[in-house]
């Protein structure tokens, strides 16, 4: 019987996600779930690296047969520096959050700007010809960009509290249809699709963004997601925001792009999202 188990479990290719802190990580039960979904056998645990041991990590986790990992905060540059070769998504991110080993090889990819970009979608937000004001200037930003410009919007505003951090971020990407401001020079404009990308949320915080840039047809999104409604969302909602939603289905939907990567078959993503947001607001 044992020897059985044992069996089963070599036969299952293995995956991890590294962090640091990794305890809250959802993926293992995100990835089971799609995988027993699908019918693949996988064995996927969650790995706490020590800072500056991100590659010993991997590189052992290589030897010892491993298929593919996720990483999250704060590795995810470790992981652009160390993959052979890259995805343009991942490249013009700036960060890895996928990485497949396949002979020999470190192959790197970033599936949280399409993970966002399903769950808009999958939400009926139009993305085509609309006004998207994007929140925050950080590295989840930098991730979302070219799958966003990917949907054809009219133009992509990033607001941020450094403004110069959202100019940096244009000019990396020169695409004529972004422009970089501060939260205060939005006043005056509305958009069709606003993305809280801060971390303000994390903190009880709201960008302090006016009340003039929601239209009545507005959907906000915050990347962030928990147990409440978010300070962004709950002021959208006030405003009059037409749909709001937040970040749960994003890192369902980045979850369900590195499964595709790996497995060639794009996972079921809604009814994992309602057993997730069961259980948070169980416990
Ligand atoms: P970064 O630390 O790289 O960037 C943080 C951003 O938030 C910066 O633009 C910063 O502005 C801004 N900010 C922080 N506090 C405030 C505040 N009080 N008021 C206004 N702006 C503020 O973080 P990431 O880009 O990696 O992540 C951003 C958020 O997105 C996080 O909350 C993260 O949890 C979430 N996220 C969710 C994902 C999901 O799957 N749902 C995936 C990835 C990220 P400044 O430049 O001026 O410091």
Redesign the pocket.
């Known amino acids: 019987m044992v020897i059985t188990n044992s069996m089963t479990q070599q036969k299952s290719d293995q995956y991890l996600v590294y962090g640091n802190p990794i305890k809250q990580s959802r993926s293992p039960d995100i990835h089971k779930i799609f995988a027993d979904e699908n019918k693949i056998a996988i064995n996927y645990q969650k790995q706490l690296v020590e800072l500056g041991g991100f590659d010993s990590a991997v590189k052992s986790f290589i030897s010892q047969g491993g298929k593919g990992a996720n990483v999250t905060?704060p590795f995810k540059e470790d992981a652009l520096k160390l993959s052979d070769s890259l995805t343009e998504r991942a490249s013009l991110a700036g960060a890895v959050n996928t990485l497949t080993f396949k002979e020999g090889k470190i192959y790197g990819d970033n599936t949280?700007g399409e993970?966002l970009v399903q769950d808009l979608l999958s939400n009926d937000v139009t993305l085509k010809q609309s006004r998207i004001l994007i929140l925050?200037?950080?590295?989840?930003?930098r991730g979302v960009i070219l799958p966003l410009l990917a949907q054809n919007p009219k133009g992509i505003t990033i607001a941020?509290?450094?403004v110069s951090?959202a100019q940096t971020l244009c000019e990396n990407f020169n695409d004529e249809r972004l422009n970089a401001c501060g939260f205060d020079d939005t006043t005056g404009q509305t958009f069709d699709v606003i993305i809280n990308?801060?971390?303000?949320?994390?903190?009880g915080?709201l960008?302090p963004i006016p009340a003039s840039v929601i239209s009545s047809h507005v959907a906000c999104y915050d990347?962030?997601?928990g147990k409440d409604e978010t300070p962004f969302i709950k002021w959208a909602k006030e405003q009059g925001a037409i749909k709001t939603i937040d970040?749960?289905g994003?890192?369902v939907g980045?979850a369900a792009v590195s499964f595709s990567v790996w497995h060639n078959v794009m996972p079921d993503i809604q009814p994992v999202i309602e057993r997730l947001r069961a259980a948070i607001q169980a416990g």
């Open positions: 905060a949280d993970g925050g200037a950080g590295g989840a930003v941020n509290r450094t951090k990308a801060t971390s303000a949320s994390l903190s915080d960008p990347m962030v997601y970040g749960l994003m890192l980045q």
